[in-house]
Nanobody, 120 residues
């Protein structure tokens, strides 16, 4: 399976961005899909995940109430709507996929990232 993240850019604090993850090579409905991010000088961290059916989601505490993950299996795409962005959200964002249980946050397949920069 191949993944490609897009939709990053420069936005002012308080603004919004919508990231997309295009999935190809296998049926998207097979996979749990997640978003991770890595800020300069920091380790990669989990942001959000969505179950293969889309009925369950999981978020890092620091994005709850601001970010929303969703998926469209028919379009083979997963989205991350990011609202009320803060400068601390500046990072490269990656999407990833797994056939393992969502609670494990253990992803086997990774796409290239997309840069999000939030100015103060």
């Amino acid at each position: 399976v191949q993944l490609q993240a897009s939709g990053g850019g420069l936005v002012q604090a308080g603004g919004s961005l919508r990231l997309s993850c295009a999935v190809s090579g296998r049926t998207l409905s097979t996979y749990v899909v997640g978003w991770f991010r890595q800020a300069p000088g920091k380790e990669r961290e989990f942001v959000a995940a969505i179950s293969s059916s889309g009925r369950a989601t999981n978020y890092a505490d620091f994005v709850k109430g601001r970010f929303t993950i969703s998926r469209d299996n028919a379009e083979n795409a997963v989205y991350l709507q990011m609202d009320d962005l803060k400068p601390d959200d500046t990072a490269v964002y990656y999407c990833a996929a797994t056939t393992r249980p969502m609670y494990r946050r253990d992803f086997e397949y990774w796409g290239q990232g997309t840069l999000v920069t939030v100015s103060s």
